[in-house]
């Protein structure tokens, strides 16, 4: 039963990150008129363009920290053999 909720709850809390793609316009929107842009003028576009070219550039962050886990690399531990007399 505790697994269940624990499954659950985590499952609530990924899908609580989601966000569709209006939904994210308007909270760019609402951010841009906080700054105290108005609609329809060109401060307002490029307000919102900066804000998903940051979003893009933080993505693109990640993405290249996430690939260096696909890396090989080379595990060196020497062994030392002593002469036999």
Known sequence: ???????????AAILAGCVSAEEQ???????CRSYGFTKRN???AECLQRIELDRRAEFRDRQ???DDWDRPFV???PIVVAPRP
Do not use: C, N, T, W
């Open 1 to 11: 039963m505790k697994i269940r909720i624990v499954s659950l709850l985590l499952l």
């Open 25 to 31: 316009r308007a909270l760019d929107e609402q951010k």
């Open 42 to 44: 060109d401060a307002f």
């Open 64 to 66: 290249a920290a996430f």
């Open 75 to 77: 595990v060196y531990r």
